[in-house]
Structure formats: structure tokens, C-alpha cells
């Protein structure tokens, strides 16, 4: 069955960086795009990144986040620098398949930055 | 900016029926913008119920269908349920660099 699995999550101080990483299986990777996905506390939810020809991001992450992924291991990843309290939120990564059909979401991974 | 505008909250009875919007600053919404709705319930993640305007999946109820409505996209419950109280966003599609934009969605309470 499909899958997909958020990892990397945790405390990080304001300025420093963390890698999410959302490990996937039951399906061909290659063939969908995933989205990263993020819910800050009491808040709605926000897209955030998504690479397939090419990255993709919003404007609130530009220039410090970077997104890959690496079809041979099922997995996307989100380098996240220069984290800022406003990145506070759970992660989610969701798939979809090319042309605006998404289905399958992760569970997420908390990110917290304080100090 | 872009910004998609979604009704903040709404209260419907148990067994009545209500619609959902979504908006578009640009203007109308099409089938062009891939219209998509989730539903999230407390402490879970968001789940997929329609896609691209009007497609269901395979958990996806009965009782609920997308449409287009007065140039916005629109969810629709049907014999509304207790267990469909939750918060339902919609998700937007514009391609260049920002492709996907969410609404700020819509809490669904049902009494």
C-alpha cells in the first residue's frame, strides 16, 4: 500500500538548519510529484516546496530551504537553513500525481525553532 | 501575492446540506486551477477528498462533491454526518515558480 513517512523533525535553534526527509513506498516514485506540506500551530496549511522538472517553492521559504529527492531511495528531502520561528509547524509531505491530483499524505514531523 | 479566500467558519445541521467556497484574488476559478479539498479533523492529518475539480476518491464519501460555482470552487455536503466536523481547505493550482496556493480554510461545525 502506499506510504509516505516524514522523518527529521526536532528542536532547532533560530539560524540553524535541519533536513526533513519523507521516505516513501507502494508506488513508483519516479511518476508522482511530492509536495512538502507545513501546519503551524492553530494555523491553516501552507505549501511549502515540491521539485520535478523543477523546485519549486513559496515565497516564505525561498532562498533558505531546498528541496530533492532521490528516485533510487523513494525519498524527498527538505534542507531547511537560516530556520526562523515562523517555520514552527508540522511537515507533511503529500503526493501527487502529475496534473493536480493529489492523494496520499504523510503523518508529519514536528519542527520547532527557539531558542 | 496570491491569496484564496475560504468561508472561516460555517455550522450546518445533522442531515442538511452545505457548500463550501473557494476564491481566487485573481478572479474566477476554473478548471484550470486543479481545485482540490481536504478534510482535517483534530490531531490528524489533512485527508484528500476531491481532485481536480469534481474527481473523488475511493474514501471519499458519497455525500460529498466538488463543483464549480459562480467563477469559485465548491464543496459540497450533502445529508451532512457529526463525523464531517472538521476544517476543509482547498488548494489552488497557478503554475510559474508558486504553483500551490491554499486557502486559509473553513471550520465546519455541525449542530
Known amino acids: 500500500q502506499v506510504q509516505l513517512e516524514e522523518s527529521g523533525g526536532g528542536v532547532a535553534q533560530p539560524g540553524r538548519s535541519l533536513r526533513l526527509s519523507c521516505t516513501t513506498s507502494g508506488f513508483v516514485f519516479s511518476s508522482y510529484v511530492i509536495h512538502w506540506v507545513r501546519q503551524a500551530p492553530g494555523r491553516g496549511l501552507e505549501w511549502v516546496a515540491a521539485?520535478?522538472?523543477?523546485?519549486y517553492y513559496a515565497d516564505s521559504v525561498k532562498d533558505r530551504f531546498t528541496v530533492s529527492r532521490d528516485n533510487s531511495k523513494s525519498t524527498l528531502y527538505l534542507q531547511m537553513n537560516s530556520l526562523t520561528a515562523e517555520d514552527t509547524a508540522v511537515y507533511h509531505c503529500v503526493r501527487e500525481k502529475p496534473g493536480g491530483e493529489y492523494d496520499y499524505w504523510g503523518q508529519g514531523t514536528l519542527v520547532t525553532v527557539s531558542s | 501575492q496570491t491569496v484564496v479566500t475560504q468561508e472561516p467558519s460555517l455550522t450546518v445541521s445533522p442531515g442538511g446540506t452545505v457548500t463550501l467556497t473557494c476564491a481566487s484574488s485573481?478572479?474566477?476559478?476554473?478548471?484550470?486551477?486543479?481545485p482540490n479539498w481536504f478534510q482535517q479533523k483534530p490531531g490528524q492529518a489533512p485527508r484528500t477528498l476531491i481532485y481536480?475539480?469534481?474527481n473523488k476518491h475511493s474514501w471519499t464519501p458519497a455525500r460529498f462533491s466538488g463543483s464549480l460555482l459562480g467563477g469559485k470552487a465548491a464543496l459540497t455536503l450533502s445529508g451532512v454526518q457529526p463525523e464531517d466536523e472538521a476544517d476543509y481547505y482547498c488548494l489552488l493550482y497557478y503554475g510559474g515558480s508558486h504553483p500551490w496556493v491554499f486557502g486559509g480554510g473553513t471550520k465546519l461545525t455541525v449542530l
Open positions: 485573481t478572479g474566477a476559478v476554473t478548471s484550470a486551477h486543479y
Open positions: 481536480r475539480t469534481s
Open positions: 521539485v520535478w522538472n523543477y523546485e
